[in-house]
């Protein structure tokens, strides 16, 4: 007697089959991700809204189905405020070295000028002024270095996050030439799309609270 029918698994009778279910629940999920993010693109500067096409966003919503999309990009954020924190405080270390430097040698020389013969000030200040001289053109020397410095680790951040972000599979995301010191209109595309992840993040994690 056949009590289950032929492969007892499916769905009975007016049932929808469960992988049926699970693709609804994705498309109303990515209908309702793509209709955040096309109000969210109304605040933007309208050269900005040209650019982000109906097809850029249904990509980018399509992407953030699942969520593991907002969770890299908070770490890739955390990652870059952190670095923007350190490299602050380097250059912030790297000033009060240089007062420290030049009040050393203002003492110095006030104090060697104190204790010189008056025919032999002009010499000793001479002298002086070339060591000024010499420490002034090493603090813009290292000045420059740390500036350097801090403008390459910035634009590697932005290369780390854009290989990232296109390994996962983001749609206008890839490594851009341009630094970040000139942004191309691909890199300000990009950081568009970044900045409505994060504020659609937001958004989803505190929905009474958004834009109020």
Known sequence: ??????????????????????????????????????ALVK???SSCQQRLSYTILSDLA???????????VQGLLEIQHLTEKNLYNQRLKLHGEHRVLKQEVFHRHKEAQQSCKPHNLPVLKAAQQRELEAVEQRIREEQRLMDEKIVFELDQ???????TLEKA????????????SFPSQELTLQMNLLELIRKLQQKESYPEKAFS
């Open 1 to 38: 007697m056949d009590r289950g029918g032929v492969g007892g698994g499916g769905a009975g009778p007016g049932e929808e089959d469960p992988a049926e279910r699970a693709r609804h629940r994705q498309q109303a999920r990515h209908y309702q991700l793509l209709s955040e993010l096309q």
């Open 43 to 45: 605040a933007l500067p």
């Open 62 to 72: 399509l992407a953030l189905i699942d969520g593991t999309v907002f969770e890299i």
């Open 157 to 163: 951040k932005v290369v780390d996050q854009q290989s």
């Open 169 to 180: 599979g983001v749609s206008g995301f890839y490594i851009t030439t341009n630094p970040q």
